[in-house]
Every structure is written in structure tokens, then in C-alpha cells.
């Protein structure tokens, strides 16, 4: 048996993925229908949130999931760019530190905004 300094960062990952406990067979299925759900109620949803720098920049992330597929990036908005007053008036920011996020639906082959609640 080899000591615990000789072994490999790979070797001792393994033997402690050994020694976990093995989900039964109800438990993994409870598991996969909980995942399974989660994925349904966020299939065709989108959201964008914006957030004004002090430069007055402004941050865009943006997150999707259509068709089992998440995509997402981020934006860098400047207030030289041709867009930079569109970019405040849909996310409504006015003055550094303001934010907001509009999370969008695929309905009828169309992103529709959603009204917060």
C-alpha cells in the first residue's frame, strides 16, 4: 500500500470517490425527475441583466436555455456606442449603481418579456 504523500492528486481523488455512498436505485430516480423538472420550467427562458458602472459603462450578462442548450456571455455597453441609449432606456438606468434584469420567455417562436411579479 502506498502512503498517502506518494500517491497522486488522480489516485487519491478515486479512492475517495470510492468511499462515497452509492445513491439507490429510488434515489437516483428521485434525483433525475428533480433535475428533469428543473430543466423544464427553465427551457425557453432568458434573462439579461444590465448594471451601470461609474464610468457610466454599462454591463450586460446575458443567460439562455432553449433546447436543452444554455447560452450566455457578457457585454461591455460604453456611452460612445451607437446603442448606449437604447441599452439604458429598456434596463431604465439612469445613473451609476442602478440595475435590472428582464427575463424573457419563448413563446410562439418569439422571446416575449415577462413582467416581474
Same mark, same amino acid.
Given at each position: 500500500?502506498?502512503?498517502?504523500?506518494?500517491?497522486?492528486?488522480?489516485?487519491?481523488?478515486?479512492?475517495?470517490? %470510492?468511499?462515497?455512498?452509492?445513491?439507490?436505485?429510488?434515489?437516483?430516480?428521485?434525483?433525475?425527475?428533480?433535475?428533469?423538472?428543473?430543466?423544464?420550467?427553465?427551457?425557453?427562458?432568458?434573462?439579461?441583466?444590465?448594471?451601470?458602472?461609474?464610468?457610466?459603462?454599462?454591463?450586460?450578462?446575458?443567460?439562455?436555455?432553449? %433546447?436543452?442548450?444554455?447560452? %450566455?456571455?457578457?457585454?461591455?455597453?460604453?456611452?460612445?456606442?451607437?446603442?448606449?441609449?437604447?441599452?439604458?432606456?429598456?434596463?431604465?438606468?439612469?445613473?451609476?449603481?442602478?440595475?435590472?434584469?428582464?427575463?424573457?420567455?419563448?413563446? %410562439?417562436?418569439?422571446?416575449?418579456?415577462?413582467?416581474?411579479?
Amino acid at each position: 500500500m502506498q502512503s498517502d504523500n506518494s500517491k497522486s492528486w488522480f489516485q487519491k481523488l478515486n479512492e475517495r470517490l %470510492d468511499n462515497e455512498p452509492v445513491p439507490s436505485a429510488e434515489e437516483f430516480e428521485r434525483i433525475r425527475a428533480e433535475r428533469n423538472a428543473a430543466h423544464e420550467a427553465m427551457e425557453g427562458t432568458s434573462k439579461e441583466s444590465a448594471f451601470m458602472n461609474d464610468d457610466r459603462s454599462v454591463n450586460i450578462k446575458f443567460w439562455t436555455y432553449k %433546447d436543452g442548450v444554455i447560452g %450566455d456571455g457578457w457585454d461591455l455597453v460604453k456611452p460612445e456606442h451607437a446603442h448606449y441609449q437604447e441599452v439604458c432606456a429598456k434596463h431604465q438606468l439612469r445613473k451609476p449603481g442602478d440595475s435590472n434584469t428582464i427575463t424573457s420567455k419563448w413563446i %410562439d417562436g418569439n422571446w416575449v418579456e415577462q413582467l416581474e411579479k
